[in-house]
DNA sequence: AATGAATGTAATATATAAATTGCATATGTT
DNA sequence: AACATATGCAATTTATATATTACATTCATT
């Protein structure tokens, strides 16, 4: 499942700490998804999705 | 997780069993997802979308 | 060189998505 | 009325997402 969660989060400027803890999951959690290897819920996407003020689409659609 | 699952669907006149057969899940699991009292994975979102012609923000963005 | 912050990763435990089976109901068709 | 199809729903099982704990590595800073 790759995804733009990390290229987007790092122009952020926030860590995987930070987002992890807005969000309210462990930065594992975050590291695995950014790393593409997951396949994480729907609710957990949209949380990342809204904190990093972007959409699913955006960040998990047809990504590369 | 209220979404469109539904009414795309049936807009696009097939069942529930038809779908989930295409997707490759039960059609138990796409009448949860329809009820909305589900949080499914990101993998099987996309499943779903690509299947009705729909991204992840039609269906699952945003819904109400 | 030493320290701390950020990240990668691995093992085990826990929560929950999804499968499986089964039965009920509603609706349409013959 | 009998039958078939689509859907709702509940109990149990299985697979896997996520938590927890812990340690290693990289990089910036002093």
Same mark, same amino acid.
């Given at each position: 499942? #790759? *995804?733009n969660v990390k290229i987007t989060r790092v122009k952020m400027g926030i860590t995987q700490q930070q987002l992890s803890q807005? =969000? +309210?999951?462990t930065r594992q959690t975050i +590291?695995? =998804?950014e #790393? +593409?290897?997951y396949n994480p819920s729907l609710q957990?996407?949209?949380s990342i999705a809204k904190e990093l *003020? #972007?959409?699913l689409d955006e960040l998990?659609?047809?990504v590369e």
């Open positions: 499942m #790759k *995804n807005r =969000i +309210g999951v +590291g695995l =998804i #790393k +593409g290897e957990l996407c949209v *003020n #972007k959409t998990f659609w047809e």
